[in-house]
Structure formats: structure tokens, C-alpha cells
């Protein structure tokens, strides 16, 4: 029985560049999270999928912000040109549908990005 | 908008100590979600409970309890007999009953139990 997984654990980039993560979560969750953690404070909603469909957007992703979920299996968040207010770590989180287990959400161990 | 505040940032206690963590949230929604969960210096965070707002009934885990109460929009936990191994961040967190149930945490609370 496999948790989530997130890859890179850490990346570190130079400002402007692009920068992917990937997220594998649970296999029966039909729902994914992702959430971003700044230095001291709690995580915070950035985007949500329910199978392949993205469902809702925080208003924190900005257009340089992108996530998918093809086939409704592993999901990437990509940011375009990255800037050093992007330095945070991103968790994944995912979930089954009410009604189909237990309602928790279940966190990879994050990706901690630094721009320099 | 859904808001939780935990207004204890840190906590530094003996082992074997008993410590509550406190949590209080505010939702207009009558149906919500409230959670506890743990983050170790190894940073993934870690689900140890959640409480639906129709069941007001307190729970304990082992060494773990917590005491739910709508009229002061209170869910706090409990920690007794602390051991080191619970050093950690714990985070509140909130969702409610509708299409996508994200969470919305507070700032945590560092507890640290020392030997």
C-alpha cells in the first residue's frame, strides 16, 4: 500500500526558469490537491481535480501557474518563470469521493523549491 | 470564508507532560470538517483525526484526545504523558461539506518536548 509520492523532493532554480513537479497519489483516490507552504505558516488551497477535471483555482495561482491531471492518474503543476516569492514547498494531497472511504486528505512529502 | 486561528505559535514542554493544543475556527456552513494533523521535521504531514460537526462526542487515541465544542467553535487536542517523538508542528484544519472540501489550515503550533 503506497502513500503519495511527489518528485523532485527538492529543486533548486535560477529565477525565469520553469520548473515541473509531479505528484502520484494514492491509487483509488479519485481526488488531488495541491498546496503551498511558506516558511512558518500553514498550507494554503492552490488547485483541486477531481479525475482529470480541475475543478476550482485559488486565487494564489497565477497565470504562470499550470496544473494537470491527464487521465486522472498522476498530476503536474508547472510554473513558468519562476520568481523568488514562488520559494515554498508544494504538497499534494489527495482523497476518495464521499461516500467511497474515508473523506481524509493523505499528504506526499512535498517538493521544496528555492529560487535563486 | 472559513478561518482557523491557532493563537499558540510555540510550545515547549518535559516529557511526560500533558499539553493541549488549541484551535478555533469560524465557518458560516452548518456542515464542516475539522482535522489535526501532525508534521515532523521530516515535513509530510500526517492525518491523526477528523470530526464532522453534527458529532460533538470527545474522542481519545491512546495517548491522544480531543474536545470538540460548537459553542465556542473550539476543537483543541490534547496530548498526555508527552514524549519526544511528538515534537512536531500540529495544524488545524477545516473544510466544508460541498464540491471540492479543501482544507484551510491554520498557522500551527511547534511543540517541542524535551528529555
Known amino acids: 500500500d503506497t502513500g503519495v509520492s511527489q518528485d523532485p523532493r527538492h529543486k533548486i532554480t535560477k529565477r525565469g526558469q520553469n520548473v515541473t513537479f509531479r505528484c502520484d497519489p494514492i491509487?483509488?483516490?479519485?481526488?488531488l490537491y495541491w498546496y503551498r507552504q511558506t516558511l512558518g505558516q500553514g498550507p494554503e488551497f492552490l488547485t483541486y481535480?477531481?479525475?482529470?477535471?480541475?475543478?476550482?483555482k485559488s486565487r494564489l495561482l497565477s497565470d504562470r501557474f499550470s496544473a494537470e491531471r491527464p487521465k486522472g492518474s498522476f498530476s503536474t503543476l508547472e510554473i513558468q518563470r519562476t520568481e523568488q516569492g514562488d520559494s515554498a514547498m508544494y504538497l499534494c494531497?489527495?482523497?476518495?469521493?464521499?461516500?467511497?472511504?474515508?473523506?481524509?486528505?493523505?499528504f506526499g512529502p512535498g517538493t521544496r523549491l528555492t529560487v535563486t | 470564508a472559513q478561518k482557523v486561528t491557532q493563537a499558540q505559535t510555540e510550545i515547549s514542554v518535559v516529557e511526560k507532560e500533558d499539553v493541549t493544543l488549541d484551535c478555533v475556527y469560524e465557518?458560516?456552513?452548518?456542515?464542516?470538517?475539522l482535522f489535526w494533523y501532525k508534521q515532523p521535521p521530516s515535513g509530510e504531514l500526517v492525518f491523526l483525526i477528523r470530526?464532522?460537526?453534527?458529532?460533538?462526542q470527545n474522542e481519545i487515541s491512546g495517548r491522544y484526545s480531543w474536545n470538540f465544542q460548537k459553542s465556542t467553535s473550539s476543537f483543541n487536542f490534547t496530548i498526555t504523558a508527552s514524549q519526544v517523538v511528538d515534537s512536531a508542528v500540529y495544524f488545524c484544519?477545516?473544510?466544508?461539506?460541498?464540491?471540492?472540501?479543501?482544507?484551510?489550515f491554520g498557522k500551527g503550533i511547534t511543540l517541542s518536548v524535551r528529555p
Open positions: 494531497a489527495s482523497s476518495a469521493l464521499p461516500g467511497q472511504g474515508t473523506y481524509e486528505q493523505y
Open positions: 491509487s483509488e483516490h479519485n481526488r
Open positions: 481535480f477531481q479525475n482529470e477535471a480541475q475543478l476550482e
Open positions: 465557518t458560516r456552513d452548518t456542515t464542516y470538517y
Open positions: 470530526r464532522n460537526s453534527f458529532d460533538e
Open positions: 484544519a477545516l473544510s466544508v461539506a460541498g464540491a471540492n472540501s479543501k482544507l484551510t
